[in-house]
């Protein structure tokens, strides 16, 4: 029994057509549906997903991605496989439109887990990724104003961006992501980000970290979203395939997930879980997680923005 679902990351949407949001979600979503219901395989299915959601500039991911403190884009990526534990990804890429596809290739066609900076852009080349400029207008127009205020002194407390995020959590929703299982029972997952707005150049966050923002096991997959600092001290995703693994269901994994991290580090965060089984589950602890999922059976998408 095939199911997926996708998220558009966890925070508040602001400044945003809520409508646009779902309908970006829901063309995501069919995107990998369409290479289930062909019977092909949840890897990839969860690369198609995230790829329209890379090409989309509403979600913070391929183009439209955050800009660093500096100005520019830095992306991760990382993509998993649960039957043989397979994972692949790229930190701090550059001008690729994909890089979902890139951490992809960094699993079929090398030895290595992660590729970050310019050894990945060079890996990028070598596997036929035409340049790219992720940076959009709206993009550079944000970094310009809050840069502007942080350097007036606005924001203190840079160490932990908690003023910033306080202020403007639609900061927070800026990750990409998607988990299916496919008719075979074999699960995968896949996250994308541009990473937290004005971070400072070379932070590596939760997506590319095996068991922090992308996991998948042969018991299901999960992919997180939000302060990824919070995530990367406790291995949610790790977390959430533990628990699948001792016999929870993807929304009772969800709930649980979520609980542990409010119990521990407290970050704002959501979750996207499949099972083997077919069930999906999803829990955030923000205004907003625009989500979309489809499960065998049902006869439309499902979209939500909590």
């Known amino acids: ?84 534990l397979d994972f692949g990804a790229v930190a701090g890429v550059k ?19 992660l590729l970050a900076g310019n050894g990945a852009n060079d890996f990028a080349k070598l596997m036929g990724f035409e340049y790219h400029d992720p940076i959009t207008q709206k993009r550079k127009e944000q970094w310009e104003k809050y840069r502007k205020q942080f350097i007036n002194g606005d924001y203190k407390d840079w160490p932990k961006l908690r003023k910033l995020f306080q202020e403007h959590p639609e900061f927070l929703h800026g990750t990409v992501g998607a988990v299916a299982v496919d008719s075979h029972g074999e699960c995968a997952a896949a996250t994308s980000t541009g990473g937290v707005f004005l971070k400072l150049l070379g932070r590596v966050g939760d997506t590319p970290i095996p068991g922090a923002g992308t996991y998948a096991t042969p018991f299901g997959a999960a992919s997180s979203t939000g302060l990824g600092e919070g995530m990367m001290r ?16 993807a929304p009772h ?15 704002e965060a959501g979750i996207i879980i499949v099972d083997r089984h077919g069930e999906v589950g999803m829990a955030h602890n923000t205004p907003d997680m625009p989500h979309a999922y489809f499960k065998e059976g049902m006869s439309e998408i499902k979209v939500a923005m909590r």
């Open 234 to 249: 406790v291995l949610i995703t790790k977390v959430a395939a533990d628990f699948l693994g001792m016999g929870l269901d």
């Open 95 to 113: 001008n690729i439109r994909h890089p979902i596809s890139l951490a992809k290739k960094v699993m079929e066609k090398t030895d290595h887990v």
């Open 1 to 84: 029994m095939y199911a997926i679902i996708a998220h558009g990351g966890a925070g508040k949407v602001r400044e945003k057509d809520p409508k646009e949001v779902e309908n970006g979600m829901k063309k995501a979503v069919e995107a990998g549906l369409e290479v289930l219901k062909n019977g092909g395989r949840a890897l990839d299915a969860v690369e198609a997903t995230v790829n329209v959601l890379e090409d989309d500039p509403l979600f913070n991911a391929g183009t439209g991605s955050v800009l660093t403190f500096d100005g520019e884009v830095e992306m991760d990526a990382a993509i998993a496989y649960g039957p043989n």
């Open 253 to 267: 994994a969800a709930e649980a997930v979520l609980n542990y991290l409010n119990n521990t580090v407290g970050t």
